[in-house]
């Protein structure tokens, strides 16, 4: 009689809170492998043609329904990708599985060796290629829209700080050079010289952890992981190629360990998220270790971190009655201006014919200045969090540092959580307005756009909506609804 009694309270108060309907996922990659030949690498200064694939492109989404809010994350090799393609492809994907835009978080990995999404200064972007990009990732969603089922979930952290190094230092006397403006007032350097006796420690902290979201079927068949990791991205891709770099190898290498059984329909799918990782790298400047042949670090690092990923995951419980939110607010920001000084000095590098005389770089940078100078004062900016049960998991769209994330993990209301970078759009290098002091490259007008307090003001928001998210209490903002 009590049973019977408290199950009809059940069902009368439904939707509650505290209360899941069925759990159900599906995941789904889609090819972004270019189909036409040559296209242009973007994350070089340099020009670098590719007419080849060393591996496939992939778009790889999950889907998450818990019978009262469905929502997608999609994890893409590319360098960046700038909102209004992300928001062409969340309209698109949106009317073919009515999964509202602002449900649905897009990031890129950030691998080195991917075709422009934009045109950048040495690498233009094709129409063909940016073709192929979105209808990759409108049919990953809609793929594993398709695929969900009913699901468990379990999730982990484990820490593999072997392969994530700060690559901002502070530096000895004589260890700073001219930056591409000609000072020498940047107290840190980025990337310096490996093993030089001109390292002084480095100007950050690094993230060691590899986060990960598990999701099985009821009977256990393993359905995808999604991890996370705040690593830039590994190289050493060979020239005349793309290459999905450590990301891609690490969803195959996974996949090896934990779904081998490649007649599995729908295909188990493995996604490895860039966390906060715009001033971290893979390079020892300490120790430096000597170069490999090309591939061997990214499949070196893909594979611990999928070993390591994979013992913590065999210790992990999987569960229904997985409480899902997902909240989205826009935020605007101001865009940093070039001064009447650093416009005309701009302009007087360009007109050097003789870039010998100039600092190293000047001319990109003096382009970037202008460039800057012609861009609106501000921009909008997506910023999303999404509770997944107990963990929480923040977007933001920019090369985020890794403090920042440290920061975020440390003061969110959820159990656990992390953040994926360069998501629902590109707005460059985040530095706290500390690191903005020391100077360095990710600092400099050009590869820096955003106003120097724009992490606090993003950290400030990010925390609120995690906050709504771990309370369940989701406001719609009226301008985060779909057009
Ligand atoms: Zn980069």
Known sequence: MKTRLALLLLLFTTPDPGVAAEFRAGAAVGDIT??????????????????????????????????????????????????????????????????????????????????????????????????????????????????????????GQIDVPEHVHNRRWFMKPRGIVPNPFGETTDQVRMNPPRGGDLLDRPAGLVDPQVSFVSVQ????????????????????????????????????????????????????????????SGDINNINFRNPQPAKKPLVQIQYVAADVAEKVWQAYKQTEHHKSITLAMAQRELTLGIRRPTDEQLARAKQ??????????????????????ELAEMAPTENLILQAIRIGDVGIAAIPCEVFAEIGLDIKEHSPLKTSFTIELANGWNRYLPTPRQHRLGGYETWLGTNMLEIHASEKIQEVVLDLLRDVSQGVVKIEADSREE
């Open 217 to 276: 079927a009821v009977d256990g068949r393993p359905i995808a992981l999604l991890a996370n990791y705040s690593l830039h991205y590994v190289g050493g891709v060979p020239a005349g190629g793309v290459s999905s770099d450590y990301f891609g190898e690490f969803g195959k290498q996974i996949k090896q360990r934990i779904a081998p059984d490649d007649e599995a329909d729908p295909p188990f799918v493995g996604i490895m998220s860039n966390g906060t």
């Open 34 to 155: 270019p189909t036409k030949w040559p296209v242009f690498l973007v994350g070089s200064f340099s020009e670098r043609p590719a007419d080849r694939a060393w591996d496939p492109l992939s778009a790889r989404a999950l889907v998450l329904d818990d019978g009262r809010t469905r929502l997608a994350i999609v994890v893409v090799d590319s360098c960046l990708i700038p909102r209004s393609l992300f928001d062409e492809a969340k309209q698109q994907a949106s009317e073919a599985t009515g999964i509202r835009p602002d449900h649905m978080l897009m990031s890129a990995t950030h691998t080195h060796s991917a075709p422009a999404s934009l045109d950048r200064i040495v690498a233009k972007s094709s129409d063909e290629y940016l073709t192929v990009l979105k209808g990759g990732i409108v049919d990953a969603i809609t793929q594993a829209n398709a695929n969900l089922e009913p699901a468990l979930l379990g999730q």
């Open 349 to 370: 590098f360009l007109a050097e014919p003789d870039e010998n005389k100039l600092p190293r770089r000047a001319k990109a940078y003096a382009r970037f200045t202008l």
